[in-house]
């Protein structure tokens, strides 16, 4: 099982961090670790940049923003840290954070350093040698949705968090934002865009209460027990983290999470292993999750017509960066196919009311 752990690769040419600076800078932190200072990079993320640092036998994670990025509040460290900080006291698969620095002249932009979660993490393919019988992806599939019903109930106000977020107007305030931000990073012309825009004007739900939520909950962020897969140790990437509606939390989850009876185009773009024998369908996700929070799914399709126009303006924002020149990171090329079968079914759960 250990090699089936997530490892880091080598560093993606044009994202190397200045050892020069950070060497010492870690040195000052850790005064009393010799040994060499060894940096890989984890290879999948899409925006914030995640590297394993070795300082002698002392094993750290550094994150930072992404190279060429110009949306600050998109991927801001210290409110990143701040969450961290306070969060893993009352949910403990949240990551232990250990520093925070400002100075840009160590490694050219903020960052923050913290302790590593080891496990497996499941990405598009179920990983050549892992045992993943049927039983177990349908525990693990109840898990994770247990996972994330764990996140809406904490008390987020005991924890320190309550400025994080207003939960008062936050679908407007969702849905005026991400279309601002397709805007201002637009590349191409999608249709679709004004007609999910019209239709999501016209079908808000009102006000709920507000919890904790994650914003981009899938398997690829979550950590799995290299002893037992359907126990989760961590949950990754709390960039977008805030206080709003916890239904667009599991909107988006349900964006993310491809069935096996989708069409070819969604198949696509699956993010994780969401299509193998024993995993919960969207609308068994649903069921689960309203049968234990007592949630009403009545309007979820409005949830995941959002989420994946959401999702749809992220991988906009990513591919405007390259598309400007900001970024070489040849992944980023395929994406306007991307950004067009989401906001296609976007607006085919508009259309349908069918998730």
Known sequence: MSDLLDHPAPIRPGEELDLTKLEP???????????ELVVGQFPSGHSNLTYSLSLGTRELVLRRPPF???????????????????????????PEVLLY??????????FYVMNPIRGVILRRHVPPGLDFP???VRRLSESFVDNLIRLHRVDYAAAGLSDLGKPEGYLERQMSGWA?????????DYPEVEKISAWMQEHVPSTRGGSLIHNDYKYD??????NDLTTIVGVLDWEMCTIGDPLTDLGTTLAYWIDAADPEDLQKIRWGPTNVP??????????????KTGANPSEIAFYLAFARFKLA??????????????????RFAAMPDTIRILLRASLHTAQTGRI
């Open 278 to 291: 024993g995993s919960l369908t969207r609308a068994e996700i649903v069921q689960e999750y309203a049968l």
């Open 134 to 136: 049927t039983e177990t």
């Open 101 to 110: 620095c400002d100075d840009e002249s160590i490694i050219g932009a903020p």
């Open 180 to 188: 601002e931000r397709y805007y201002g990073s637009k590349t191409h």
């Open 313 to 330: 303006v992220i991988v906009q924002q990513i591919y405007y960066r390259y598309h400007q020149g900001l970024t070489k990171d040849e």
């Open 68 to 94: 060429g990025s110009k949306v600050k509040s998109a991927h801001d460290m210290s409110r990143e840290y701040r969450v961290l900080s306070k969060l893993h006291s009352v949910y403990a698969p949240a």
């Open 25 to 35: 800078y870690l040195r000052r932190q850790y005064p009393s670790d010799a040994g």
């Open 221 to 226: 962020n979550v950590v799995l027990d290299p």
